[in-house]
């Protein structure tokens, strides 16, 4: 969805600048006063509201993580926001439990001030990097080429850089205290951060950056799709040219965006046929693009021993006005390219999640049981060498 994404690249922006300093997100003082007299009550409802209480006061740190690990949740799923939920509660409850069993400790807290500022604006920081994805994925699923892969590059080498900057004292946010020296921790993490932004430098020359594949737009979706100064790169795997309806896909992989052109492409060769159901916003897609794909004896299967029918299920392009359809799965109506082929894999196999790989006969007839993410290049290698032995 377009509009979630940009929703969540505005959230994320502004949860960014209030980290950064800029202003502080509060709730009202009056709600924090109510709960608090409410907290005095004791027993079980006491307790309640004195936790209500610290949520509210704590708001302007709490939001914009909570934000941010609700966002990862509602874009990913998975077992991550889980993970980030627990630890975040433990954080909040483990010094209660802590102090109300040993108060002496209390005592020998640090006190909050420059140290917990840097981990704001470094949280901020963080945060207005992974918001560039969401704006991304949007300019990724109506293909505007606004945002394309060495923009987006040359942006989280800014805000890296930039943060490197802070973290070795060059540059002072509204709230940061004076010092005169930076702490270990922050240096090492200023220099963790340096090494980051230089790794992203030979990106915007066309290295494959498989350390952070799936962030990034993909490399046929670039200004120089090949690296600056190459035309191009990969294996020719067809003297005869381009197939009518086809296209260079990802390592100069001939694919097909039709199902029913690339089928006939595949009887005509007598070849088997891999369907790619893809998403042009999918993360785990572009991993295995960049990550297995890529590995040699993968690649030259896919060049040399298929027919890659690459089908984008977010694909916004409509139909035209004869193909639109009811859909006898969801009962929806079919509008766009992106919904056909979405219902297309919900309908034949019962699946809806991207990447999904299936490997299918000139009749149609499953080869093998289809696979989803599969980050171990030999298994995904296997697997396609089992599927073509089959056919």
Known sequence: SVWFNL?????????????????????????????????????????????????????SCTGPIVGTLLVEAA?????????????????????????????????????????????????????????????????????????????FIAIWIAIFGTLSFYLFGKIKMPHDSPNESISVGRLLTGMLTLIFTLYLIPGLWGAPLKMISGFPPPMQYSESPYGVGNSRTGISTNPEGLPEGAKYGPH???????????????????????????????????????????EAKVLETLQKDLVLISLYVDDKRELPQSQKF?????GKEIETIGNKWSDFQIERYKANAQPFYVLIDLDEELLIEPLGYEPDADAYYNWLQEGIKNF
């Not at 079980?44 to 936790?51: L, P």
């Not at 109300?100 to 005592?107: D, R, S, V």
């Not at 917990?116 to 991304?136: D, M, R």
């Not at 009811?326 to 969801?330: F, Q, V, Y």
């Open 7 to 59: 929703a969540f690249f505005v959230l994320l922006v502004v949860f960014a600048v209030s980290f950064l300093g800029a202003f502080e997100i509060v709730l009202p003082s009056k709600w924090g006063n109510k709960i608090d007299a409410k907290a005095d009550r004791g027993g079980i409802a006491g307790i309640f509201f004195m936790a209500l209480a610290l949520a509210i006061v704590s708001f």
């Open 75 to 151: 874009s990913k799923g998975g077992i991550a926001p889980i993970i980030g939920m627990l630890g975040f509660s433990l954080a909040i409850a483990l010094p209660f439990a802590l102090f109300a069993a040993f108060p002496g400790w209390l005592n020998s807290l640090p006190k909050s001030g420059g140290w917990l500022n840097t981990v704001k604006v470094t949280l901020g920081f963080l945060e207005l990097a992974l918001a560039f994805k969401f704006l991304s994925n949007a300019d990724l699923v109506l293909q505007l080429h606004l945002l394309e892969r060495e923009l």
């Open 252 to 294: 100069d992989i001939i694919s097909f965006t039709d199902y029913e052109t690339g089928l006939a492409y595949a009887r005509e060769k007598n070849m088997p046929v891999l369907i790619d159901f893809t998403g042009h916003a999918c993360v785990n897609c572009r991993k295995m693009e960049e990550r297995v794909w890529s």
């Open 326 to 330: 009811i859909s006898e799965t969801t």
